[in-house]
């Protein structure tokens, strides 16, 4: 089956560990994208990948880092500096960064910090 | 002043009833626009792009106002299976995909 696949479904850590959130995709998407859901609020921007070897920053990067060394793979670090790791993190993937190209998303990892 | 505003609702209608939910964007660069929605605790789905010349797909009609910088879906004959959050989004000339915070609609029999 094509699509995105983030695991794991619910993730618990301890405060001050810091977590990575997987997320592969095999649509030959280009563009990759990370965000963050908390209760009754949209979805924030975190990080986003146009192309392998290369992201940049969205709106809330601080306490987040990610690598793309494969064009399937957007891995999420969540670092002991983010101050409120909980929430609903969610990723996403897009043919391309162009126009009228829509983004296709992952089932999400709810991570839970105690 | 956020890039994608939505009136968070909730909307409480009756089945049949047909329902208007607006979005505006600050950024006049914006290239593309879509809505989506989103059941409880699940991910966002593509529900339709948005063309400048307006676009209806069955029940449901999506409209842009460049000028305005405004974009608006109706939903005709409300089903109880429309409850959800529809979200706004916006693709910027950059390819950031920015989120509004979403309008909570929820259908009544």
């Known amino acids: 089956d094509g699509g995105i696949t983030q695991s794991p479904k619910y993730l618990f850590r301890k405060e001050g560990q810091n977590v990575t959130l997987s997320c592969e995709q095999n649509l030959n998407h280009d563009a990759m994208y990370w965000y963050r859901q908390d209760p009754g609020q949209g979805l924030r921007l975190i990080y986003y990948s146009q192309i392998v070897n290369d992201f940049q920053k969205g709106d809330i990067a601080e306490g987040y880092s990610v690598s793309r060394e494969k064009k399937e793979s957007f891995p999420l670090t969540v670092t002991s500096a983010q101050k409120n790791p909980t929430a609903f993190y969610l990723c996403?993937?897009?043919?391309?960064?162009?126009?009228?190209?829509?983004?296709?998303f992952g089932q999400g990892t709810r991570l839970t910090v105690v | 002043r956020k890039e994608v505003e939505q009136d968070p609702g909730p909307f409480n209608v009756p089945e049949g009833a047909t329902v208007a939910f607006n979005c505006t964007y600050s950024?006049?660069?914006?290239?593309?626009f879509f809505w989506y929605r989103q059941d409880c605790r699940k991910e966002p789905k593509l529900l339709m792009s948005?063309?400048?010349s307006g676009n209806e797909d069955g029940r449901f009609t999506a409209q842009l106002n460049r000028a305005s910088q405004y974009i608006s879906l109706l939903i005709r004959d409300s089903k109880l299976s429309d409850s959800a959050t529809y979200l706004c989004v916006v693709k910027n000339q950059g390819g950031k995909l920015i989120f509004g915070q979403g309008t909570e609609l929820s259908v009544k029999p």
């Open positions: 948005v063309y400048s």
């Open positions: 996403a993937s897009s043919i391309s960064m162009g126009i009228n190209t829509e983004a296709f």
């Open positions: 950024n006049s660069a914006s290239q593309s």
